[in-house]
């Protein structure tokens, strides 16, 4: 698969993701964002994050206390780094 049929499909899971935690009443950043983290499997810095989606720090912040209260996410450290990353829990 090429690249670029990568990023498509992973841009394409991830607004779905949103639309369907839109649709169940939760902000639609917090879906994308869980979407994010299901398609990588990895922890993603705060930064990478809002960079990634294109959206504000602000809105990465509320979406992450949000997921994080539900237990989807859970806030990890990277030695020697002082960058919040998340995960899925």
């Known amino acids: 698969m090429k690249p670029e049929e990568l990023a498509e499909i992973q841009a394409e899971f991830i607004e779905k993701t949103g639309l369907i935690a839109q649709n169940d009443g939760m902000p639609r950043i917090a879906g994308r964002l869980y979407g994010l983290l299901i398609f990588t499997g990895e922890a993603i810095s705060f930064g ?12 990465i912040s509320s979406a992450t206390r949000l997921l994080e209260e539900h237990g989807v996410i859970k806030r990890v450290a990277k030695a020697g780094d ?8």
């Open 48 to 59: 990478a994050l809002a960079e990634q989606l294109q959206v504000s720090r602000g809105s």
């Open 82 to 89: 002082r960058q919040d990353y998340f995960q899925l829990e």
